[in-house]
């Protein structure tokens, strides 16, 4: 699409963007003009915007949609509907947005690949944030009738159900259902870091070829010495359960531990079903990275 047709697509998307805003102000009569400029955009999808390029189904169409802008703008501009676009500022009846430095930017001046782009990443945002909410909402409704089970459980038995750790599973009646929670420990790492590193470095500068490959390995996983407190924990636990006949190494090992601190604990919880019993447990995904 050359630029006239981004300009014109740019414009009109802009229009029922604002008429959109509108609607949820419940202007209900303004349905009809939003009707016929998506069909103006559909009929301009196809790369041809100028008139004299245009078929006379086309033509037909662009006209309609002009006339219902200059009605719409003439709304706008009586003070009968105030929704704006989202990002764009109006100072002395001029439309501006901000860039990435904070500065107005007249609309007039920025490049209609550039206002689609802001619009379409404005639009597909809102839907992130609704679902994000909306997940928010879904999982303090679960923990909520989990926990008024557990409670339940606890008046019946005396004894919550998962044990002083919490950790607990659910499940349907079939036996095709089931909702697991589980507590995981949040843990941080002390200045014991550092003494423990010093001597784990003397014991392989010592070893040198002597030294099993994949012990070096592991500590070259463990320790990331660009950047302050980043452990790989599982290397770090692999490395405290390696066993050498070093009494350097064995202090190492004891300032690795004395590091660890648990500072809290997280609850998870999963969601799984299966076709039938005895078939293995599908998760039900809620991660978009997973999805």
Partial sequence: MNATGFETRAHLTGR?????????ENRKHIVNEIDALLEACDELEDGTPLLE?????????YDEATADLKAIDALLAAGQSDAKRD????????????????????VATIKPQH??????????????SEQSEQVRRFLGHVFADLNALQTLLEQEYAAPKGGAKGNVTFQSFDGLKKVQVQIADVLDFGPELQPAKALIDECLMEWGAESRPELRAIIN?????????????????????????????????????DAIRIVGAKRYVRFYRRPETGAAWEPIVIDLARA
């Fill in 221 to 257: 996983t463990v320790f990331s010495v660009d950047k302050e407190g980043q452990i790989n924990r599982s290397g770090l636990f692999q490395l405290l359960h390696m066993e050498v006949d070093d009494y350097r190494w064995k202090r190492a090992m004891d300032a690795l531990r």
């Fill in 115 to 128: 206002l689609l782009q802001d619009e379409m990443v404005r639009k597909i945002i809102n839907y992130a």
């Fill in 53 to 61: 390029t245009m078929g006379d189904a086309s033509r037909l169409a």
């Fill in 87 to 106: 990002g764009v500022y109006e100072v002395g009846g001029q439309e501006y947005m901000r860039d990435a430095k904070g500065n107005l930017i007249p």
């Fill in 16 to 24: 029922i963007a604002a008429l959109e805003n509108a609607l949820k």
